[in-house]
T-cell receptor, first 114, second 111 residues
Framework: AQSVSQHNHHVILSEAASLELGCNYSYGGTVNLFWYVQYPGQHLQLLLKYFSGDPLVKGIKGFEAEFIKSKFSFNLRKPSVQWSDTAEYFCAVNAREYGNKLVFGAGTILRVKS | EAEVAQSPRYKITEKSQAVAFWCDPISGHATLYWYRQILGQGPELLVQFQDESVVDDSQLPKDRFSAERLKGVDSTLKIQPAELGDSAMYLC?????????FGPGTRLTVT
């Protein structure tokens, strides 16, 4: 079965600091990888996704993530965070062998201090 | 922009009562999902529909939970009887070829 681990449950940063949120998954086959974000009071929404090709993917609002297959990792990065990035971030994975069912990590709550 | 609709947004019920949640996916989306999100955890799939058929309900506690999507459009998730441990956010999502789109969720509190 697939599982997803997010390394930090809470992260506090000052504005303009760099962000990296860790995500590791456990599945040896071909996977699709996602980062979702949930801003306070809003729906879960897709930040970025990786299906194939260039392992460095760029998403909305200046976020990017790098797929490192050998490390089973898909870490999320942003060079300079803003107060408006305060949200909960979820890493997720699916695989065709599992019916494309999305398996989520526990989430990381990011608070950006202004 | 089309969105997934859910109602109610909040529900408080007493233990052993029945509750029902409704979801209307984005028009044209054949695949619909119900997730449960317990506080401090990520969403966990309860049931997946392809049109009106259940594709995956392996994580659905079938002794008390049921889900239907009779005409392959909107869907209802029911809990009977509700237990204290059912307190959670219940999310609905629908999918196009590339991604899942989530609704605002129903926050259930069982007292």
């Amino acid at each position: 079965a697939q599982s997803v681990s997010q390394h930090n449950h809470h992260v506090i940063l000052s504005e303009a600091a760099s962000l990296e949120l860790g995500c590791n998954y456990s599945y040896g086959g071909t996977v699709n990888l996602f980062w979702y974000v949930q801003y306070p009071g809003q729906h879960l929404q897709l930040l970025l996704k990786y299906f194939s090709g260039d392992p460095l993917v760029k998403g909305i609002k200046g976020f990017e993530a790098e797929f490192i297959k050998s490390k089973f990792s898909f870490n999320l990065r942003k060079p300079s965070v803003q107060w408006s990035d305060t949200a909960e971030y979820f890493c997720a994975v699916n695989a065709r062998e599992y019916g494309n069912k999305l398996v989520f990590g526990a989430g990381t709550i990011l608070r950006v201090k202004s | 922009e089309a969105e997934v609709a859910q109602s109610p947004r909040y529900k408080i019920t007493e233990k052993s009562q029945a509750v029902a949640f409704w979801c209307d996916p984005i028009s044209g989306h054949a695949t619909l999902y119900w997730y449960r999100q317990i506080l401090g955890q990520g969403p966990e799939l309860l049931v997946q529909f392809q049109d009106e058929s259940v594709v995956d309900d392996s994580q659905l506690p079938k002794d008390r939970f049921s889900a239907e999507r009779l005409k392959g459009v909107d869907s209802t998730l029911k809990i009977q009887p509700a237990e204290l441990g059912d307190s959670a956010m219940y999310l609905c999502a629908s999918r196009d070829s590339y991604e899942q789109y989530f609704g605002p969720g129903t926050r259930l509190t069982v007292t």
